[in-house]
């Protein structure tokens, strides 16, 4: 290849690169900009592309009826799905990386087979379901359907991250008389602990995003995603867009959070 | 405690779950969907399929996958292959790229309702452009094409992310020996893409195009967020069943249509995607 050829594919390969940070920021960068400007400003036309930096969208969002009841019930039937996934799932995700037994491979096939299915769509007889147990249209019942999502996600995680910690550490904690479980909590905790924590950070963007289920299981104690979806047709465009905003703000610290585990997770978790 | 039962009893709450929470519910909901009044029938499905909106709902449905998902496929790569080779500000690209995969259906939606609605910054630019003095409404009954290019867009937008994971994930277990082999041998670039990564990125193919084209067949907040009534997919559906209809035989049908639709394309892919015996790794 001549000089001249490699700097034009350098460039080339720059300006993709370049082009594709473009297009997944400025659709963030202009829904930023309706949020930080005033409802009028939202409403007219045409558009500034640069913020006012006001307010009054994030306090109508915040004074309208019923939402920040709805941002509360999201953040707690997420906390409930993020403890119970973990809490169920990490056990079977060390068991998975520990063990051979019987049955092993039946069981991670039913793991990823969930995979295959749209879940969401269980949300449907769990209604008349919850009905009959007495958990309609509660943030506990909401929870359980939730955990049910993160839970194929929470074993696969913590499978591998288990299995990128030898099995040498806890070997010589047994032979300097600890016992299994006092070798775990000793040895693999402090160094799981960070993996399992963005496992469970994982756990709860998945339940603070869903829309389908979360609109099929409340009625009353409605998510922040069911509330904003039941009144898509009537709210004006302000508080769309400060909605939208509030969903996306956790999702994005979130991300950073587990950004070094993202690719860790699917490396492993897919064979 | 014998050792030996400590595997099943660490998988059993998961089990236990599953079961509860993801067999059990597919039982009830065939039941629902099959049975009319105590005994078994198709009526469900035969008083949804006749509803003049299923075959709109389907026709859209399949057709939004069909569009979005190779775009997806062909973005991922190309965006997976240019972060491999990246030395400086690799980790920043990635999380930029991988953002839209924090960012749940709704709000998307809602992000890219900011640009196509009457005031939005698409109209906005075409008038500072010259291209246009007054807003036009772009998501209207009469203008279907922006309908779905809307939701087409904002659906990539939103979904390549998830691809993407997988891909570069995948790509980072190939050895590099092989592509210096490769290029030893005299393969171009292109050549050892098609030749050496495709082929041993077969297995997260797999996995990303199953996932991706199950979540297309689920797509829902996007829809009703850019679209609302005008266009239907089967999701939107099953929930107007369920709720404005107060049919939750109806629903559970279209529901079992949904997971049929998921099942087949999902066998379709693992057969076409296999990864012969011998090359598992």
């Not at chain 1, 050829?5 to 202009?30: K, Q």
């Not at chain 1, 958990?135 to 990128?164: E, K, Y």
């Not at chain 1, 409340?218 to 905003?245: C, M, V, W, Y």
Request: charged share 10%.
């Amino acid at each position: 290849m001549s000089g001249d050829m490699r700097l034009a594919s350098r460039y080339l390969y720059g300006a993709t690169i370049a082009l594709l940070t473009i297009w997944v920021l400025v659709p963030l960068g202009l829904l930023l900009i309706n949020t930080l400007s005033s409802p009028e400003a939202v409403n007219a036309f045409p558009k500034r592309f640069w913020p006012e930096f006001d307010l009054g969208s994030l306090r109508f969002f915040a004074g309208f009826d019923g939402m920040i009841d709805a941002l509360f019930n999201s953040i707690w039937v997420a906390g409930l799905t993020m403890v119970l996934s973990i809490l169920i799932g990490a056990p079977a995700g060390y068991a998975l990386s520990r063990f051979d037994f019987p049955g092993k491979e039946t069981f991670r096939l039913l793991v990823l087979l969930t995979r295959a299915f749209p879940l969401p769509l269980l949300a449907l007889p769990m209604a008349i379901a919850f009905i009959r147990l007495g958990i309609d249209d509660t943030i506990f019942g909401l929870g359980l359907v939730h955990t049910m999502l993160a839970l194929p996600f929470a074993v696969l995680i913590t499978f591998s991250l288990f299995s990128g910690i030898p099995i040498e550490l806890e070997e010589a904690a047994w032979t300097l008389g600890c016992t299994r479980f006092g070798a775990f909590c000793r040895v693999v905790l402090p160094l799981i602990l960070p993996g399992i924590t963005a496992s469970a950070i994982f756990a709860f963007v998945i339940s603070w995003n869903e829309v389908f289920a979360a609109a099929v299981l409340t009625i009353e104690n409605r998510t922040l995603t069911a509330f904003l979806l039941q009144n898509l047709d009537t709210s004006p465009l302000h508080l769309k867009f400060a909605g939208g905003f509030i969903l996306v703000v956790p999702a994005l610290v979130f991300i950073f959070a587990v950004r070094k585990y993202l690719f860790a997770m699917w490396g492993i978790a897919n064979r | 405690m014998r050792p030996h039962l400590l595997p099943w009893l660490l998988i059993l709450p998961v089990t236990v779950f599953l079961g509860v929470f993801f067999l059990a519910p597919f039982v009830m909901v065939a039941k629902q969907a099959f049975v009319v009044d105590g005994v078994f029938s198709l009526g469900h499905f035969a008083q949804v399929a006749s509803h003049w909106k299923f075959p709109i709902a389907l026709k859209n449905t399949l057709l939004l996958a069909l569009a979005v998902v190779p775009v997806q496929l062909a973005l991922a790569l190309l965006m997976a292959t240019l972060v491999t080779k990246m030395r400086k500000g690799r980790d920043l690209v990635l999380y930029i790229w991988t953002i839209p995969l924090g960012i749940s259906d709704l709000a998307a939606g809602i992000i890219w309702l900011a640009i196509f609605e009457q005031s939005g910054f698409l109209n906005s630019m075409l008038v500072a452009l010259g291209l246009g003095e007054t807003p036009s409404v772009l998501l209207s009954y009469q203008s279907p094409g922006m309908v779905f290019l809307a939701i087409a867009l904002a659906e990539i937008w939103r979904a390549t992310a998830i691809m993407l994971v997988i891909l570069v994930a995948g790509i980072g277990l190939i050895p590099k020996e092989y592509h210096e082999a490769a290029s030893v041998f005299g393969a171009s670039p292109w050549q050892r893409f098609l030749r050496v990564t495709l082929p041993l990125l077969r297995p997260s193919l797999q996995t990303a195009l199953v996932l991706r084209v199950i979540l297309a067949f689920e797509v829902f907040a996007v829809v009703v967020a850019l679209g609302g009534s005008l266009f239907p997919v089967l999701m939107s559906e099953t929930y107007a069943y369920q709720f404005e209809l107060l049919d939750s035989g109806g629903a559970a049908a279209i529901a079992l249509v949904i997971l049929g639709i998921s099942v087949a394309f999902t066998l379709v892919i693992l057969r076409i995607l296999r990864v012969p015996k011998g090359a598992q790794a």
